[in-house]
Structure formats: structure tokens, C-alpha cells
């Protein structure tokens, strides 16, 4: 009797040990898959918000007339960012010097080159309608001479962005549904182990609330567990990451990375809980002499 004892001992251990390492690996590839599609989305919206719109501004404008340009293009939801670039700048420009490997102004006697603002376009300009339309009421500014912006290339850029996200969402949403069914199955393993000791308290009076209670308690702490062992090799492997590739900067992302952290340990315990819960439950419902065929 002893010895059957222990060696049930034994195998509720090993189980415990078994599913929180399980749990444990299964958060790390979750948290390591939400942070290279936050990463990869971050740097979408980046792109998106890169694309620049040129506003050539007419000859003879005052600085009023100029700067009131300036603060109605800025006011637009299309417009994440406006710079002023007068013409004496565009002429000493060592870029453009290079382009046409000639002195302009001492050819023409004059810098022939208009003030500008390099508009900086926002992710709305994905909407070509209200690109547009804010093209037209950017060109009919009082002392706008013309906008010019790159139309194809945003349209391709956009759709190419979009796809992309669209995949990466499903990949995503398929990662995380084969996770949760690699978690459930996982705890109503561990769960399975103990089957023999819930029909036991079952058989001597036990509620359902009294047998469900220390094993929610242990679950809970199993996904802290299994939480904290996965912030670990996260951390661990953004680390070794970052020192192999430094230019990539991942340990600046302090912030981002904190909250996949935080995340991978409220939902391990959350998801811990739950499960177990529900295979407790199915237990608990059971009639003692089914538990043994199950």
C-alpha cells in the first residue's frame, strides 16, 4: 500500500512538473509570436506614416502668408509632420549639387527653386479618397503653386502593407487557438492524473466547491509558475538576441516588452485557472464507476 502511495505521489509530481513546464513553453512561443507581430506592425505603421507630399509654395510670399500655409496643412488628419524648406536650402543641398553637377544659380543668375513644405503623410493616406481630396484642398491654399506626391507607389505600398497584416493576423489567430488546445490538453492530462483522489472526496461527502478549491489554488500558482519561466526565456532570448544584433535595438523596447511579460503571466494563470476548472468540473459531474474507464 505504501509503496502504491508513493508511487502515486510520484506520478502527480511528475505530472505537476511535466504540464508547468508545458504551459511555461507554450506562453513563451505565444509571447515570443505577439512581440515579432507588434514588432512587424510597428514597423507597418512606420513605413506608412514615411511617405512625403511636396507643397511648392508660389514666389513673393510674406512669412504670415507662409506660416499660415504651414498651420493648415498641419491641422489635417492626413499630415503627421511639416517641414519648411526654402529655396537657399534646396541650393545648398550637397544631394541635389551632385543631381545636377552644375551651378544653377550662377547659370541662370538667379535660384530658380520655389519654398516648399515637405509634408510627411499619415497612415489615412491608405484611404486614396481622402488622399485626394486633401491633394485638392492642399492645392487650392492661398500661395500653393503645385503638390506633387508619389500616387503609385503610396497605392502599392498600402496594399502590400494590408496584405501583410491580413497574414499576419491569421498566423496570429491560429497560433493562438492551437496554443489554447495545447494548454487545455496539457492540464486535462495533469487534471486526469488525480482523478482518483476527486472520486475519493466525491465518495466521502465532499461539495463540489470544497474538492474544486485546492486544485484552482494549485493551478493558479502552477500558472505563476509557468508564467514567470516563460517571461524568463523570453527576456533570456531578447537578450541574446539583441547581443548578437545590436542594431536592432530590442532592449530600448523597455515598455513593449514589460507588457508582453506582464501578459504572459495574468494569462498563464487566468489560463491555468480556467482549464482546470473545467476538467475538475467534468470529474467532479462523473459517476464513480466511469472514472475508472475513462
Known sequence: MKKHDAALRRRVRRSYLVSTVSIALVLFLLGTVGYMMQ???????????????????????????????????????????VSF??????????EFQKAFAVDIKGLMGT???????DVTL???????????????ESSAFKGVAKVTYPEMFIAKMHSVLDTLQLILLLFGGTMLVISLILLNNTIRLAIFSKRQIINTMKLVGATKWFIMKPFLASSAKQGLCAGVIATLLFVASL????????????????????????????????????????????????????IYLY
Do not use: C
Open 39 to 81: 514588432s512587424i506592425l510597428s514597423a507597418s505603421q512606420t513605413m506608412r506614416e514615411s511617405v512625403t507630399m511636396i507643397v511648392e509654395l508660389k514666389e513673393g510670399l510674406s512669412e504670415a502668408q507662409r506660416d499660415s500655409v504651414g498651420v493648415k496643412l498641419q491641422n489635417s488628419d492626413m499630415v503627421v509632420g
Open 85 to 94: 524648406v526654402s529655396k537657399e536650402d534646396k541650393l545648398a543641398d550637397e
Open 111 to 117: 535660384n530658380p527653386l520655389p519654398d516648399s513644405f
Open 122 to 136: 499619415s497612415a489615412h493616406s491608405a484611404d486614396k479618397e481622402a488622399l485626394t481630396k486633401f491633394v485638392e
Open 239 to 290: 537578450y541574446g538576441l539583441d547581443s548578437g544584433i545590436p542594431e536592432l535595438g530590442i532592449l530600448s523596447q523597455i515598455e513593449t516588452i514589460g507588457i508582453i511579460a506582464g501578459t504572459m503571466i495574468v494569462a498563464g494563470m487566468v489560463v491555468a485557472v480556467l482549464f482546470t476548472a473545467f476538467a475538475v468540473n467534468k470529474f467532479v459531474n462523473m459517476k464513480s464507476n466511469k
